[in-house]
């Protein structure tokens, strides 16, 4: 079955700056890969997806890069504020069989 | 994202109890999940339906129960035989599962203790 690896488990950047978070896969089927953001007390929530299809989609300050032949997948978030600071998840698909999650990255962003 | 309700928020389980956590979803989402998280662990799939009267196991379904007798329910039994049950639960629902329709809703979570 799938295998989602995420790495750093924690990270800590000062405002401003910009915060990279890596995942890689292992099932060259999987073909979906979304990222959901989890702060402290909430429900986990979307924030931007990718398919297989594409290289590299932006959304604002966040962007998501695919490297297929590498089986691996990376959150970009530029400009850090404070409010990004929450858990970020990583995850895979190919879908037939739920999404597979990462173990997670804790982001801090110091003011 | 309003419309998929767990509760209750705490629950308390004693030794040898069976216990019942609820997932309702308003959504007319056919696929709904049920994923366990310890700190560190993320979120690890238990249970999961992709329609109504039919579900199958995840990565850690041992001492845990789930049916499906309606598509906006998909309550949780933690059972005595899940020995170490203490952990926030995440009921999830998706449109279906596949093709493009995978974006997953959450619940609000139960943080399940052991007395």
């Known amino acids: 079955g799938e295998n989602v690896e995420q790495h750093p488990s924690t990270l800590s950047v000062q405002e401003g700056d910009s915060a990279v978070i890596k995942c890689t896969y292992s099932?060259?089927?999987?073909?979906?890969f979304p990222w959901y953001k989890q702060e402290l007390g909430k429900r986990p929530q979307l924030i931007i997806d990718i398919r297989s299809n594409v290289g590299e989609k932006k959304d604002q300050r966040i962007a998501v890069t695919l490297n297929k032949t590498a089986k691996h997948f990376s959150l970009h978030i530029t400009e850090t504020q404070p409010e990004d600071s929450a858990v970020y998840f990583c995850?895979?698909?190919?879908?037939?069989?739920?999404?597979?999650f990462g173990k997670g990255t804790r982001l801090s962003v110091i003011a | 994202d309003g419309g998929i309700t767990q509760s209750p928020k705490y629950l308390f389980r004693k030794e040898g109890q069976n216990v019942t956590l609820s997932c309702e979803q308003n959504?007319?989402?056919?696929?709904m999940y049920w994923y366990r998280q310890d700190p560190g662990q993320g979120l690890r799939l238990i249970y999961y339906?992709?329609?109504?009267?039919?579900?199958q196991k995840g990565d850690i379904a041992e001492g845990y129960s789930v049916s499906r007798e309606k598509k906006e329910s998909f309550p949780l039994t933690v059972t005595s035989a899940q020995k170490n049950p203490t952990a926030f639960y995440l009921c999830?629902?998706?449109?279906?599962?596949?093709?493009?329709?995978?974006?997953?809703?959450f619940g609000s979570g139960t943080q399940l203790s052991v007395l």
């Open positions: 995850a895979a698909s190919n879908g037939n069989t739920p999404l597979v």
């Open positions: 099932d060259s089927a999987s073909n979906y």
């Open positions: 959504l007319n989402h056919d696929a």
């Open positions: 999830a629902s998706s449109k279906n599962m596949g093709a493009t329709n995978e974006k997953l809703f």
């Open positions: 339906s992709q329609i109504v009267n039919d579900f």
